[in-house]
């Protein structure tokens, strides 16, 4: 079946960098996060206030964002609204539909979410240096561009 026992080893790829670069990164946020009195961003609730802007989001919207169930969406949210960091309301456009909101402390969360990601970046600036880091973020945003999936950002 295999062409060369070569084709059958692990290899040292692109995709695997990013992964482990990505992984790297989340981990020190959520760690930051709960540092700074915010838990939830410990466990899977947490993953839903990156879904969760100034301005709200429609309920309806966060399952297919988050690639969950809406039911396992609908436990994560109980959650996060026992804990006062968001609020589910009618939305005024269409009474039918749930609008997920920030509460003041998940304003305050977010403020300290974007307080950690200039932080992080600051620290990547200083260990590549702001022309690689600059050619980074670039070839980044150009990968994501040509290769998206018509999953809708963060």
């Known amino acids: ?55 709200g989001v429609s309920q309806a919207a966060l399952p297919e964002r988050m690639g969950l169930s809406k039911q396992a969406v609908q436990q994560l949210l109980d959650q996060l609204e026992a804990d006062g960091v968001v609020t589910r309301v009618t939305d ?30 600051n620290e990547y600036k200083d260990i590549l240096g702001p022309e690689l880091f600059a050619q980074m973020e670039r070839a980044l945003r150009i990968l994501n561009e040509k290769t998206a999936t018509g999953s809708p950002a963060p």
């Open 1 to 55: 079946m295999v062409k060369k026992l070569d084709d059958a080893r692990s290899i040292d790829h692109i995709g695997l960098h990013l992964w482990r670069a990505a992984q790297h990164w989340r981990d020190r946020m959520r760690r930051e996060m709960a540092a700074r009195g915010f838990p939830w961003h410990l466990e899977a609730r947490g993953e839903v206030l990156g879904h969760v802007g100034p301005n």
């Open 92 to 121: 005024p456009a269409d009474k039918r539909l749930r609008r997920v909101e920030l509460t003041g402390l998940g304003l305050f969360d977010l403020v300290e979410r974007n307080a950690i990601k200039r932080e992080i970046e």
